[in-house]
């Protein structure tokens, strides 16, 4: 079974920066469209950025131009930078494939932003 594994998260003041990271076992990384998402409390889960298999990259309107998504297929990770980050967008942050739910959720990683 597919495993996703999130980490990079903390907190940090309004402003900052943080990179997360995500890990899988298996290829899957390198063949899928992949995305992050996260889930703010009392909020539904929403998409923040996707990458395709190609390297081809969308973001959510609220975090274009402040994070950044890429993935190194030689050690199966995905990344996601965040800069000038604000206090909305703390959240629990997770990837997946592009198709929502697709593999098992991980346990996220916390990310808060204090003002």
Do not use: H
Not at 76 to 98: F, G, H, I, Q, W
């Amino acid at each position: 079974q597919v495993q996703l594994v999130e980490s990079g998260g903390g907190l940090v003041q309004a402003g900052e920066s943080l990179r997360l990271s995500c890990t899988a076992s298996g290829s899957i990384l390198s063949i899928n469209a992949m995305s992050w998402y996260r889930q703010a409390p009392g909020k539904q889960r929403e998409l923040v950025a996707t990458i395709t298999a190609a390297g081809n990259t969308n973001y959510a309107d609220s975090v274009k131009g402040r994070f950044t998504i890429s993935r190194v297929n030689a050690v199966n990770t995905m990344y996601l930078r965040m800069n000038s980050l604000k206090p909305e967008d703390t959240a629990v942050y997770y990837c997946n494939t592009a198709i929502r739910g697709y593999y098992p959720w991980g346990r996220g990683t916390q990310v808060t932003v204090s003002s």
